[in-house]
């Protein structure tokens, strides 16, 4: 577990199990100019009972600091109806400027705080104009939606990485 973070327990009066953690490791030789690169896991969750997520990240390899964007999608599908948010990397040190190892986990600005109702007050913004088209992508810094999502019923999640560099990464 990365610094300062405890596993959930199950729900149940008599029950000391922890969910599991997981982890998702994307490596990628090789990323042409405007490049994404993108995994996907089917589920099913209702997230409207959480108030944010986190995610610990990193970036290595022949990369400087925001050549690499991680966003993630929640919805029910990627292209249709989806919330996203992107986030720039920064490239994680092998060794801090006072010589010593980095936390090998992640740097602190490559740690994502997903504020979910930054999520929710995005789609009521976009409600509160008429004639909005729901099929075009509506966004507001690092937070865009499309169509018609909903944190109650996430059944399609997509977390990837864009090459925002202009040109080829590895």
């Given amino acids: 577990s990365p610094r300062g973070v405890a596993r959930d327990r199950r729900p149940g009066a ?14 990628i030789p090789d990323m042409a100019k405007d490049e994404t690169v993108a995994v996907y896991r089917a589920t099913d969750l209702d997230l409207r009972h959480y108030r944010q997520l986190v995610l610990y990240t990193h970036a290595e390899g022949e990369v400087r600091d925001q050549d690499l964007e991680l966003f993630i999608r929640l919805g029910s599908d990627f292209s249709s109806n989806y919330y996203e948010y992107r986030h720039p990397l920064q490239v994680t ?9 980095q936390d090998p986990f992640c740097p602190t600005a490559n740690v994502l705080q997903i504020d979910l ?3 929710i007050r995005l789609k009521e913004e976009r409600e509160s104009y008429a004639g ?20 109650g019923n996430v059944t399609a999640i997509l977390i990837g990485v864009r090459n925002k560099s202009g040109r080829r990464v590895s």
Avoid at 93 to 101: A, T
Avoid at 132 to 151: C, E, I, N, T
Wanted: hydrophobic fraction near 35%.
């Fill in 93 to 101: 040190p092998r060794k801090m400027s006072n010589g010593e190892l």
């Fill in 132 to 151: 909005v088209d729901r099929s075009l992508v509506y966004s507001r810094g690092r937070v865009s939606l499309r169509g018609y999502p909903s944190l």
């Fill in 117 to 119: 109702s930054e999520l």
């Fill in 14 to 27: 008599l029950s000391r199990v922890r969910y599991d953690e997981k982890a998702l490791a994307i490596s």
